[in-house]
């Protein structure tokens, strides 16, 4: 099969897509089938550059805005579809994460010249993106949700509606790139300036204290709940990316009747933003027992340190298997 995977582009993720996206492009050459990866930013990838890649790292911090502005001048997103390693693909692997290439844009360019791609569509991950927009189809669907506010609030509002800590984060990014956990009134206003940085809307949504847990999602199957154990107060980049700085357990310590409840509340996340393929529902579990839904991630993390992976492989599902399933969920 001819597949070619996309990584890359030009959001504040790309360094994590790239280290993705050359994990998947090694998985399924083990599976036989001819691959070519590709950025949208800069296009085919080199054998040199693929190797460097192989490395898998992904660094602490994300690339500097001025080096994504680099990057966004060479794009040739309008022409992607007229290139031949898009047109002769049986499938084109999402290995993108966040901007255009989770928003539903590339989605919609797929759509639009015929092309099958991994993933949810252009309207889900459109809604999957929009963090506000989310958490009201999610408290539709009766999956319980941290209450929230769009930015521009007051400090006089905030505390009054949320009370402090808050949670301070773009509306429509990932990896906690932008995010800010503010625990004193005087922090706020900084905290919404750096994250207009990254996005035209701002999400401030109240604190949930408790233990960190997510549930991945393939087809329609909930894979085992893991938990994520941070050496910081929350799960940020350099957590999620660094060797050493969280432990992630899969299965989760908790009870069997805990793990079918946050499995029902993320398969109904799922269905809620009308999600396909695969994905990760990341939750906030209290010491009340109560779980919290932070998010959908629609095209999540393939990297070594990555929670669907880990998931998959608690449930028997080895990397090359996983990704396999994910193609074939692609071809229907």
């Not at 932008?178 to 109240?206: H, N, Q």
């Not at 980049?237 to 793990?259: D, L, N, Q, V, W």
Request: glycine share 10%; charged share 25%.
């Amino acid at each position: 099969m001819n597949i070619t995977v996309l990584m890359g582009g030009t959001s504040s993720e790309r360094n994590v897509s790239l280290a993705s996206g050359i994990r998947i492009v090694q998985a399924l050459r083990g599976n036989g089938h001819k691959v070519t990866p590709l950025d949208p930013a800069r296009g085919v990838i080199s054998d040199a550059e693929q190797r460097e890649l192989a490395t898998g790292k992904v660094g602490t911090e994300p690339p500097s805005l001025e080096a994504l502005s680099r990057f966004a001048e060479g794009t040739f997103l309008p022409n992607l579809t007229s290139m031949k390693e898009i047109k002769d693909a049986d499938v084109a692997f999402l290995a993108l994460h966040g901007g255009q290439g989770e928003d539903g844009t590339i989605q919609a360019l797929l759509d639009m010249a015929h092309v099958k791609y991994t993933g949810s569509g252009h309207l889900s991950s459109a809604l999957a993106m929009d963090k506000d927009l989310s958490k009201k189809l999610f408290r539709v669907a009766e999956v319980k949700t941290a209450d929230w506010l769009m930015a521009p609030a007051t400090t006089e509002q905030v505390e009054g509606m949320l009370g402090l800590p808050v949670i301070v984060k773009p509306s429509k990014q990932g990896s906690t790139v932008g995010l800010t956990l503010v625990k004193k009134r005087s922090d706020l206003p900084g905290a919404i300036e750096e994250a207009l940085k990254y996005d035209d809307e701002v999400m401030i949504e109240r604190f949930v204290p408790g233990r960190e847990l997510t549930v991945g999602v393939l087809g329609d199957v909930a894979l085992p709940v893991g938990e994520i154990i941070s050496k910081h107060e929350i799960y940020d980049y350099e957590c999620k990316y660094t060797a050493g700085m969280a432990t992630e357990e899969f299965p989760a310590k908790i009870s069997p009747e805990a793990t079918e409840r946050v499995q029902k509340q993320a398969l109904a996340a799922f269905k809620s933003l009308k999600l396909k393929g695969y994905a990760r529902i990341d939750f906030r579990l209290t010491t009340e027992g109560e779980f919290y839904c932070l998010e959908a991630n629609t095209l999540p993390g393939m990297t070594e340190l990555s929670l669907i992976p880990q998931g998959a492989a608690a449930m028997g599902i080895k990397f090359p298997e996983l990704c396999e399933r994910i193609v074939k969920l692609a071809l229907g």
